[in-house]
């Protein structure tokens, strides 16, 4: 097992082409929600095909977090290749883990291990959603780094090592559009070269709970900046949480399928 992960701002977003602001407006919930497919859909033609477990599909057959509130030790694993998804060891899959997520290597959180398996928190709908896979053909790694996202103060917390690294005012989602509660994960990294609000887009494995489409993507939550600082310590936002350039810079350091814990 490595110690850790790459990072989020890693060589997938250096070299980021035009195109991905598309993907990055599209695809979170500050601009983005069609809801995508779902575990058990059949294709044109009838023949069965398992879902991809991404931020873009549902898969309802799949058992949710039991202990959202819960500490993961850091463990993270990454696939080869698509790998399938059980809602338990050695039962049918219902799914498949791809090897890639928006563009990036998929890294995801390691909530249990047994011999042979490992049950990972998963990127698709409804939030919390977690699969078994097997522990074969997988890369671990150890992420040191831990996100704490406080709504009720709407502050976020930065940890390595178990020591704090900083503390932020950020904007967080408004009445309407409140961002989802819950244990989530630092799923992939976007920086378009022509960037709008944000020079980067951080996307995380969780989904707003009130829109299902918004701008075309799924709806996917993230960090990221805002031109104007008054909006910070507001609850304003479609979902996203917007953070102070400071911060951002400190998320991009952090690696992907870091836990990311979003509290009341």
């Not at 599209?26 to 059949?42: D, E, I, N, R």
């Not at 890294?107 to 490992?118: C, F, N, Q, T």
């Not at 698709?124 to 896979?133: H, L």
């Not at 961002?179 to 944000?198: D, I, N, V």
Request: charged fraction near 15%.
């Amino acid at each position: 097992m490595s110690d850790e992960p790459p990072r989020a701002a890693g060589r997938t977003a250096r070299t980021a082409a035009p195109a991905l602001l598309v993907t990055a407006l599209l695809v979170t919930g500050c601009g983005g929600g069609h809801k995508g497919a779902s575990a058990g859909a059949s294709p044109a033609g009838g023949l069965e095909k398992l879902p991809e477990a991404t931020t873009y599909t549902t898969l309802d057959d799949l058992p949710l977090d039991a202990a959202p509130a819960g500490r993961s030790d850091g463990t993270v694993v990454h696939p080869d290749n698509a790998v399938p998804v059980s809602a338990k060891p050695g039962a049918p899959a219902v799914a498949e883990l791809p090897s890639t997520q928006l563009k990036g290597p998929t890294w995801v959180p390691v909530l249990e291990s047994r011999p042979g398996w490992r049950r990972v928190l998963l990127p698709s709908r409804p939030n919390g959603v977690t699969g078994w896979i097997p522990d074969s053909g997988l890369k671990a790694a150890r992420s040191s780094s831990a996100v704490k996202v406080d709504l009720g103060d709407r502050k976020l917390t930065l940890f390595r090592g178990g020591r704090q690294v900083g503390t932020w005012p950020v904007a967080v989602g408004a009445p309407k559009t409140p961002t989802p509660t819950g244990r989530t994960f630092m799923l992939a990294s976007l920086a378009p070269e022509k960037p709008t609000y944000s020079p980067l887009i951080l996307p995380v494995g969780a989904h707003s709970a009130t829109l299902d489409t918004f701008g075309g993507g799924p709806g996917t939550v993230a960090f990221h900046g805002w031109p104007t600082k008054s909006v910070f310590g507001k609850a304003v936002t479609h979902g996203c949480v917007r953070v102070p350039a400071d911060a951002l810079k400190q998320l991009a350091q952090v690696p992907l399928g870091t836990p990311v814990q979003i509290t009341d």
